[in-house]
């Protein structure tokens, strides 16, 4: 079964903290990974993919097949990142994305 | 602007009625994927149309049917509504069927409120 799991619903850290939100898959094939960032119940905005192991705002993700995790990290945690994280994959066929049930980071001043 | 246009922005309705979700693409973008963000089910795929047909579905109920005119802007509709249904509704566009890198991008949402 296809399936995106976030263990944690909030994660709250204080400014200048590292931060880790966790992300593990279940997926036979070779899926494409995406970290999703929805501020105040705003659109969606895609983050970062593990295709182009880039680093947005400061985050980054390692796709780890051997644990199916795709964990978002950041080193120092700004207010500003206070946000709703979505994990997602998407199959090997078709465009749609399976998301996780989200992770609140709340950055505490 | 992300170019992707939802509307009406905000719909209050009673049980048992019927609406409809209207999506404007982002300009050369050829699929519209419909996605409802709920409290308790998260985000879950709804049904992609591509170039006008359809292409995947995922949870839609029976009583949900969507289409996408020559035009390529997409409508959802929801009928005989259930206070379940209360959610924010989610559409999305890229240009391609089965890719979803930095093309795809999400409008900004129906939120349904059913009374």
């Known amino acids: 079964a296809q399936r995106v799991t976030q263990p944690e619903k909030l994660l709250s850290v204080f400014k200048g903290a590292p931060v880790e939100l966790k992300c593990n898959y279940s997926?036979?094939?070779?899926?494409?990974l995406f970290w999703y960032v929805q501020y105040s119940r705003q659109r969606l905005q895609l983050l970062l993919r593990?295709?182009s192991r880039e680093s947005i705002k400061g985050f980054t993700a390692d796709l780890n097949k051997g644990e199916t995790s795709f964990h978002l990290k950041k080193p120092f945690a700004q207010e500003e990142d206070s946000a709703m994280y979505y994990c997602?994959?998407?199959?090997?066929?078709?465009?749609?994305?399976?998301f996780g049930q989200g992770t609140e980071l709340s950055v505490k001043p | 602007d992300s170019g992707v246009t939802q509307t009406p922005k905000h719909l209050i309705t009673a049980t048992g009625q019927r609406v409809t979700l209207r999506c404007s693409p982002r300009?050369?973008?050829?699929?519209v994927y419909w996605y409802q963000q709920s409290l308790d089910q998260g985000l879950q795929f709804l049904i992609q149309?591509?170039?006008?047909?359809?292409?995947a579905k995922g949870n839609i109920l029976e009583r949900f049917s969507a289409q996408q005119f020559p035009d390529l802007h997409s409508e959802l509709n929801l009928s005989s509504l259930e206070l379940g249904d209360s959610a924010l509704y989610f559409c999305?566009?890229?240009?391609?069927?089965?890719?979803?890198?930095?093309?795809?991008?999400f409008g900004s949402g129906t939120r349904l409120t059913v009374v």
């Open positions: 997926y036979s094939g070779s899926p494409e």
């Open positions: 300009s050369g973008d050829l699929s």
């Open positions: 997602a994959l998407t199959p090997g066929q078709g465009g749609k994305l399976i």
């Open positions: 593990h295709i």
């Open positions: 149309y591509y170039n006008g047909e359809e292409r």
């Open positions: 999305a566009s890229s240009p391609y069927h089965s890719r979803t890198d930095s093309g795809y991008t």
